[in-house]
């Protein structure tokens, strides 16, 4: 009686657990099978491996690594054959023009910004006030001429007759000084009449030089002065002031190409030569120059003014003046040497790269296999 009390008991102690955990059954897909899983479970595993486990990125980053090397090769080369600096501005002779003679302005046949060639009128005066001083010298020079003629006549007949002892010493002294006279008064008519021809010539203010009109400041109407500045011309023949330090003038000399940049024009790549070194630095040259002698000495490297000059004549649709910014790039040596030395150092970089990329996935595989 006891045994079969046991053995129903541990029947349904075994029933109850099969219910709580019932036994694990295989489900398969209708088109399933253990090897598609197999592969489904390796690309998985594929896709979790790190970016620097993969061969094709290896290569992608060596090849970037190489032409990172190679961009650092260029730019050393450079740095050693070149001095560059972006304290540089274009710089001309800027001619003011101003005129000779006062009056009112008649006629302005130039604007702004326009190119005028050497002759070319810029302003014009009234010239009606010159032309009646013109006319006004020259009748005094008329009279005066006819004045001269009779002295000259009198003095003549002075002289016969003081020959033959008609007339006295000091009668023929007076027709001789009023010869003279007369003959000092045409010159000074002549004077006259050539200073008013030219103060008529005057009155249309032409242009020096070949140039673009700048800062004009003079209308129809206006009255001018002597000397007042009616407006400035930049000629096209324009020059660049670099001012390098004075540690990069070591291997500067005149003569050197340069290549200049300038920042209006992106693009736009100028040629020139170094033309001449300033005999002192800016500072020396400034209206309040430093005294190193009095108080608290602190080294400061300077800069010292060069000049460049174009090899190129200016293009006619590039408008170069003065206080433009541009970057001069200075050729100091061929980099002969420069460039068998850096060429070595960026080989071996580059060789060093490739090895350490080829180690790593030699050591990538053989962790696979």
Do not use: C
Not at 17 to 27: G, L, V, Y
Not at 42 to 55: C, D, G, I, N, T
Not at 242 to 268: C, H, W
């Amino acid at each position: 009686m006891m045994k079969t009390e046991i053995s129903t008991n541990g029947e349904a102690l075994v029933e109850a657990r099969e219910r709580r955990h019932p036994a694990a059954t295989p489900n398969y897909q209708p088109n399933g099978s253990p090897r598609f899983d197999q592969e489904k479970n390796r690309s998985a595993e594929e896709k979790k491996k790190s970016l620097f486990r993969r061969p094709g990125v290896i290569v992608a980053a060596a090849a970037l690594a190489i032409l990172g090397i190679s961009y650092g090769a260029f730019a050393m080369f450079h740095s050693f054959t070149h001095e560059t600096t972006d304290d540089a501005f274009i710089d001309v002779h800027m001619v003011s023009v101003a005129p000779k003679v006062a009056g009112h302005v008649a006629v302005v046949p130039v604007d702004d910004n326009q190119l005028v060639k050497k002759g070319d009128v810029l302003v014009e005066i009234d010239p009606r006030d010159f032309q009646v001083a013109l006319a006004q010298a020259k009748a005094n020079l008329a009279k005066d001429k006819a004045t001269q003629i009779q002295a000259e006549l009198n003095e003549k007949r002075a002289l016969d007759l003081f020959s033959r002892k008609v007339i006295s010493t000091q009668e023929r002294d007076t027709n001789v000084a009023t010869a003279e006279s007369s003959r000092a008064s045409v010159q000074a008519d002549e004077a006259a009449v050539d200073q008013a021809e030219l103060n008529l010539g005057y009155t249309k203010v032409k242009a020096p030089i070949d140039g673009y009109v700048t800062k004009e400041a003079v209308a129809i109407g206006d009255y001018l002065q002597v000397g007042q500045t009616l407006m400035a011309l930049v000629p096209p023949r324009v020059w660049i002031i670099a001012n390098f330090k004075e540690t990069q003038l070591r291997s500067m000399r005149p003569g050197q190409p340069v290549t200049i940049s300038v920042d209006a024009y992106a693009g736009l790549k100028l040629h020139g030569r170094v033309d001449s070194i300033q005999a002192g630095s800016g500072a020396a040259f400034s209206l309040l120059p430093p005294e190193n002698a009095t108080g608290n000495y602190v080294k400061v490297v300077q800069r010292v003014p060069v000049k460049i000059v174009l090899d190129e004549q200016q293009q006619m649709q590039r408008v170069l003046g003065p206080g433009m910014s541009v970057v001069p790039s200075v050729t100091v040596s061929d980099g002969a040497g420069v460039v068998f030395k850096v060429a070595v150092v960026a080989i071996i970089l580059a060789l060093g790269v490739v090895v350490g990329a080829v180690l790593w996935i030699n050591r990538i595989r053989k962790g696979e296999s």
